[in-house]
């Protein structure tokens, strides 16, 4: 069976950092050549994609507010993909998900909470 598992979020001050996870498991040839993807839902507001990672080897972020601070990166031989937050505002506090898209279907993670809080 299919599954995503986020890890590394929490707390982080103002200006600080976090990398999450995502680790994929029951997909069939892993994740090499699979597109993942992070999105990322704040209270109140909807659902946003921050980064994704195409299965041609493209990293790609979205949106402005997070160029040149969120990076996405995959290692396909431990089916994990990861997102590097730098210099954290509070605006990206939020649940993080993590997405596969796979013969046409959309994966989701459980999601994982992110704060950013002095």
């Known amino acids: 069976q299919e599954q995503l598992v986020e890890s590394g979020g929490g707390l982080a001050q103002p200006g600080g950092s976090l990398r999450l996870s995502c680790t994929a498991s029951?997909?069939?040839?892993?994740?090499?050549?699979?597109?993942m993807s992070w999105y990322r839902q704040a209270p109140g507001l909807k659902r946003e994609l921050v980064a994704t990672?195409?299965?041609?080897?493209?990293?790609?972020n979205y949106p402005r507010s997070v160029q040149g601070r969120f990076t996405i990166s995959r290692d396909n031989a431990n089916n994990t993909v990861y997102l590097q937050m730098n210099n954290l505002k509070p605006e990206a506090t939020a649940v993080y998900f993590c997405?596969?898209?796979?013969?046409?279907?959309?994966?989701w993670g459980q999601g994982i909470q992110v704060t950013v809080s002095s």
């Open positions: 029951g997909f069939t040839g892993g994740i090499s050549v699979l597109t």
């Open positions: 990672h195409t299965k041609f080897g493209h990293a790609v």
């Open positions: 997405t596969v898209i796979k013969d046409a279907s959309t994966y």
